[in-house]
């Protein structure tokens, strides 16, 4: 059974850093690409960072750009989220997913599973 | 960036149909998957790559695509498939690869 568990969200001031962590179980992790996708309470899903199956191929989304970094440790099976210079607007849910692999066993640009998130609350 | 548009609220009696749209420039030429998200748990996919299901969604999820409007489609709907339902695309050109809907919640009456 798949498995994607979040760790790692507080509440923090703003201009604190964070690491979330997302351990993964149930699959080949280094077979696939994962993605962070946050969602501020009670509003709508926000996708925040990719990071290729080895790591070498990172993209992320402009309100993040410079201040988060994604990395993934391979032989841990585990997905981190490296959050610096945090804004009140980065309060929100945050998802590990895994994306899917199509028929051909390449990225899908779908998100076939989700961990149950962890919050970070960013207020002074 | 890419903008998906859809409704902010769908309501359908039990044993209906509910219809729910995403609409984009020219959405018909991506891939699109759809997510059902309940209160207080994770996204689900439901639907991907327009049509298809992943395994153990039920045959009433169908979706289709065309034009500049995506639909995914719940037939003979149940209390249970309250909920607040996303499309999703994907750039992969972009700088902005994912694209996430603005989201419709379905109310079950």
């Known amino acids: 059974e798949v498995q994607l568990v979040e760790s790692g969200g507080v509440v923090l001031q703003p201009g604190g850093s964070l690491r979330l962590s997302c351990a993964a179980s149930?699959?080949?992790?280094?077979?696939?690409?994962m993605h962070w996708v946050r969602q501020t309470p009670g509003k709508g899903l926000e996708w925040v960072s990719l990071?290729?199956?080895?790591?070498?191929?990172?993209y992320y989304a402009d309100s993040v750009k410079g201040r988060f970094t994604i990395s993934r440790d391979n032989t841990k099976n585990s997905l981190y989220l490296q959050m610096s210079s945090l804004r009140a607007e980065d309060t929100a849910f945050y998802y590990c997913?895994?994306?899917?692999?199509?028929?051909?066993?390449?990225?899908?640009?779908?998100?076939?599973?989700w961990g149950q998130g962890t919050l970070v609350t960013v207020s002074s | 960036s890419y903008v998906l548009t859809q409704p902010p609220s769908v309501s359908v009696a039990p044993r209906q149909t509910a219809r729910i749209t995403c609409g984009g420039n020219n959405i018909g030429s991506k891939g699109v998957h759809w997510y059902q998200q309940k209160p207080g748990q994770a996204p689900v996919l439901v639907v991907y790559d327009d049509s298809d299901r992943p395994s153990g969604i039920p045959e009433r999820f169908s979706g289709s695509n065309s034009g500049n409007t995506a639909t995914l489609t719940i037939s003979r709907v149940e209390a249970g498939d309250e909920a607040d339902y996303y499309c999703?695309?994907?750039?992969?050109?972009?700088?902005?690869?994912?694209?996430f809907g603005t989201g419709t919640k379905v109310t079950v009456l």
């Open positions: 997913a895994r994306e899917g692999l199509t028929e051909y066993s390449t990225s899908s640009g779908r998100f076939d599973y």
């Open positions: 999703q695309v994907w750039e992969s050109s972009s700088d902005h690869p994912y694209v």
């Open positions: 149930g699959f080949t992790f280094d077979d696939y690409a």
């Open positions: 990071i290729s199956w080895d790591g070498g191929t990172t």
